[in-house]
């Protein structure tokens, strides 16, 4: 079955980074277009990056766009995102999606 595990959240300041993984399983990971969402205290979800499925192309959220850096290693069956000049606004927790499969999340909090 799908699995998608999380990492690399945490705590950092105001512009400062963090690099997100997402270890998947249980599919042929090469084969499928990836992405991140996140979900803010008191807030729904929301779509942050996406990656075709070789990386050939990349899409971002305006909200996110010339800060974070969404990438993959298919060798590894990894998904990443580098998130940089992180944003109070940017503290959520982060998931990785194929389709309706998503991870546990990983807590990110930016703050002073």
């Known amino acids: 079955q799908v699995q998608l595990v999380e990492s690399g959240g945490g705590l950092a300041q105001p512009g400062g980074s963090l690099r997100l993984s997402c270890a998947a399983s249980g599919f042929t990971f090469s084969s499928y277009a990836m992405s991140w969402a996140r979900q803010a205290p008191g807030k729904g979800l929301e779509w942050v990056s996406g990656?075709?499925?070789?990386?050939?192309?990349?899409y971002y959220a305006d909200s996110v766009k010339g800060r974070f850096t969404i990438s993959r290693d298919n060798a590894k069956n990894t998904l990443y995102l580098q998130m940089n000049s992180l944003k109070p606004e940017d503290t959520a927790v982060y998931y990785c999606?194929?389709?309706?499969?998503w991870g546990q999340g990983t807590q990110v909090t930016v703050s002073s």
């Open positions: 999606n194929l389709g309706y499969n």
């Open positions: 990656i075709y499925s070789d990386g050939s192309d990349t």
